[in-house]
């Protein structure tokens, strides 16, 4: 087991070398929130594409730098974009948020959420930052509400056409 006293979490810009860490991530997450197995090929090409394309968006990752070993990627999530005509910006949408369940309720979340707001602070045009929860996950609305975020007066809809 991996000693945590002395582990620093450094949180980074995702690399096709994480490609397959965050595979793993989306996998464990459809299967804990919706028991659905992904198409693996499907998802592998799925978030190649993002790294082929980045005007699709990047992803973030959390690594656990701890003492005298390695440093395990331990969450990832995903920066999506939505133009915005009202605003002549764009919204920053996390989605594909993942955190080891060894690392969760240790701020790796919050420290990937204050990395994100670093980088659309200086970003240029970044005029918000949205995410859709599940209504039923209580634990994710509250660590949002407890980071400033609030519940838009929105609902999403949707035609799911996979």
């Known amino acids: 087991m991996t000693k945590r006293t002395n582990t620093k979490l450094r949180v980074r810009t995702a690399t096709l070398a994480d ?6 991530f989306q996998q464990a997450m459809a299967l804990e ?23 699709k968006g990047f992803y973030l990752v959390a690594v ?43 701020g790796v979340y919050r420290a990937m959420y204050g990395h994100v707001l670093s980088l659309a602070d200086t970003g240029g045009d970044v005029c918000g930052i949205r995410l859709y929860v599940e209504r039923t996950n ?9 980071l400033g975020m609030h519940k838009s007066h929105y609902d999403l809809y949707e035609i799911d056409f996979t």
């Open 138 to 146: 209580a634990v994710a609305q509250r660590t949002y509400d407890s």
């Open 19 to 24: 490609a397959e860490r965050i595979a793993a």
């Open 64 to 106: 656990a730098d701890t003492e005298g070993g390695a440093a395990p990627v331990v969450a990832s999530l995903l920066i999506t974009y939505e133009w915005s005509d009202w605003r002549n910006a764009t919204f920053w949408w996390i989605q594909s948020v993942y955190v080891d369940a060894g690392w969760r309720r240790r």
């Open 33 to 55: 929130t919706e028991g659905k197995m992904l198409d693996a090929v499907t998802l592998r090409q799925g978030i190649a594409a993002v790294f082929d394309a980045p005007e």
